[in-house]
């Protein structure tokens, strides 16, 4: 048993603790917000465990952002920084904080996922979620 931490229930809503949290959060991932910049419809493809290169299939020119979200697991950007336009995140930032700023920059965010469990608890008018099959 450790005794230097403690473990805190979160007692809200996933997106409720984000939303209310961003700042400390990204501070704590260093992720900046503005990195993700602003437009109408952004695309992000959240990886499993394996990458899986369909994505970029689905993806098509209409989308002024377009993302990566690599699974913690894969420890390189496995060369795709500025693949046919798409921008790596660092797999350290949580989906939850990445979807949360998307939300606020465009009008339309398409995620693609795996089954990510964060289709279920961050629901955004402006986001939707499409689960692809291995």
């Known amino acids: 048993k450790k005794k230097n931490f403690?473990?805190?229930?979160?007692?809200?809503?996933?997106?409720?603790?984000?939303?209310?949290?961003?700042?400390y959060?990204?501070?704590?991932?260093?992720?900046?917000?503005?990195s993700v910049g602003?437009?109408?419809k952004c695309f992000i493809y959240?990886?499993?465990?394996?990458?899986?290169?369909r994505f970029i299939d689905i993806a098509d020119r209409v989308y002024d952002k377009k993302l990566v979200k690599l699974h913690p697991n894969i420890k390189n950007s496995l060369g795709l920084e500025g693949a046919l336009?798409?921008?790596v995140v660092e797999n350290k930032v949580p989906a939850e904080i990445l979807i949360n700023a998307l939300s606020?920059?465009?009008s339309q965010v398409q995620v693609l996922h795996h089954g990510s469990s964060v289709a279920h608890y961050m629901?955004?008018?402006?986001?939707s979620y499409l689960k692809v099959s291995k």
């Open 104 to 106: 606020k920059s465009y």
């Open 85 to 87: 336009g798409f921008e």
């Open 38 to 40: 602003e437009g109408n």
């Open 6 to 23: 403690s473990i805190l229930k979160i007692t809200k809503s996933m997106k409720s603790y984000c939303e209310e949290n961003v700042a």
């Open 25 to 34: 959060l990204n501070k704590i991932y260093n992720f900046d917000p503005a």
């Open 123 to 127: 629901k955004y008018d402006n986001v």
């Open 46 to 53: 959240i990886s499993d465990w394996s990458f899986d290169s």
